[in-house]
Nanobody, 123 residues
Framework: QVQLVESGGGSVQAGGSLRLSCVGF????????MGWFRQAPGKEREGVAA???????GYADSVKGRFTISRGNAKNSLTLQMNSLVPEDTATYYC?????????????????WGQGTQVTVSS
């Protein structure tokens, strides 16, 4: 079974930075697109950033220019560098994978999910 494990969440003040990491097990990295999603209490899950199997990247408008998604040096790892954080970024962040080569910011396109890591940004 595919397993995804996130880490790196925490609490920071507005303007600060965090780096989230995801490590995957049990899947072929080169055939999966991966993404970061977030969900705040009472809100729908939102696509943040995604990278497809060929390295093409997409970002939500709300984070473009502040967040960077990248593959780790290890083929089974994924990173989200978050800079210039604002309170609206507060959410549980999830790493996700989908079994095709196209990136997507729609959560319904993904079939494997991590447990999430909490990010809290205070003003």
């Amino acid at each position: 079974q595919v397993q995804l494990v996130e880490s790196g969440g925490g609490s920071v003040q507005a303007g600060g930075s965090l780096r989230l990491s995801c490590v995957g097990f049990g899947y072929t990295y080169s055939t999966y697109s991966m993404g970061w999603f977030r969900q705040a209490p009472g809100k729908e899950r939102e696509g943040v950033a995604a990278i497809d199997s060929g390295g093409t990247i997409g970002y939500a408008d709300s984070v473009k220019g502040r967040f960077t998604i990248s593959r780790g040096n290890a083929k089974n790892s994924l990173t989200l560098q978050m800079n210039s954080l604002v309170p609206e970024d507060t959410a549980t962040y999830y790493c996700a994978a989908k079994g095709d080569r196209s990136w997507s910011l729609f959560d319904t396109d993904y079939n494997y999910w991590g447990q999430g890591t909490q990010v809290t940004v205070s003003s």
